[in-house]
């Protein structure tokens, strides 16, 4: 029994370390990717200071504080497009099921974890629109046609499953993990064509919404909920409200 518990606590040490060297390795590689997304914003900034070079201040001046807008924009949308890469590489591509909390799925999972985080620095300036559903997909997710997505806390993109239609609003938190027991549970959400999830809502991982189904503003699904089509749950915990359509 006590060379079992030697064994054990060497595990847990062995992998605190791992855990604390790559934990510097992502600050510096973010560190880095901060810097590469700037790349082209700099060229920018250097190219109108060409064009208004000479000329007044006041052009001078104009110049500068659209290449500065401009730049910002351009390092932002740079950034979406380097994390969502980055994400795309680390993605879960585990099945369903629970694993080790000390593992190096965890550490997979926070490398992606981390690059959804990185992005929503500058994800919430560009949503709605095309460039954070391109970067939700980037990432993993499986997006439908003609769906809104609102929120910048779509986590574990990649266990998710969007239809078509689907309205996700304002702060609605949606996750394909949990942290339970010692382990790390994966459990893919699906939400099925012309559903809401309504702004400022959670839903757990194993949650199954239907067609046309409406999750109410605020309310908290827990895992592994089904909501049926065409009904509207709400409340904490979500419950039954009513058929979608009646009064």
């Not at 949308?77 to 879960?92: A, D, T």
């Not at 949503?127 to 499986?142: C, N, V």
Request: glycine letters at 14%; hydrophobic letters at 50%; a neutral charge.
């Amino acid at each position: 029994m006590s060379r079992l518990l030697d064994e054990g606590e060497v595990g847990v040490k062995y992998f605190q370390v791992v855990q604390n060297v790559l934990s510097v390795i992502v600050m510096v590689l973010f560190g880095v990717l901060f810097g590469l997304a700037m790349l082209p914003s700099y060229f920018l900034f250097l190219e109108i200071g060409e064009i208004t070079s000479g000329k007044s201040e006041i052009v001078e001046a104009a110049g500068i504080c659209i290449s500065l807008g401009l730049g910002y924009i351009l390092w932002g949308v740079v950034l979406l497009l380097i994390c969502g890469v980055i994400g795309g590489i680390f993605k879960m591509r585990k099945d369903e099921g629970r694993y080790p909390l000390r593992s190096f799925i965890t550490i997979q999972w926070a490398f992606s974890l981390v690059s959804h985080r990185v992005a929503q620095i500058f994800l919430g300036l560009v949503i709605p629109s095309f460039l954070a559903t391109t970067y939700y997909r980037m990432m993993g997710a499986k997006i439908g046609s003609g769906v809104q997505l609102l929120s910048i806390r779509i986590n574990d993109a990649s266990m998710i499953t969007i239809g078509d239609g689907v309205v996700v609003g304002g702060d609605a938190t949606i996750n394909g993990h949990l942290v339970e027991s010692g382990e790390i549970v994966l459990a893919p959400v699906t939400i099925g064509d012309g559903a809401v999830i309504g702004g400022g809502s959670v839903v757990q991982p194993g949650c199954k919404i239907g067609k046309g189904a409406v999750v109410a503003s605020r309310a908290v699904l827990p895992k592994w909920t089904e909501v049926p089509d065409g009904e509207v749950w709400g409340g904490i915990p979500a419950r039954f409200i009513k058929r979608v359509g009646e009064n």
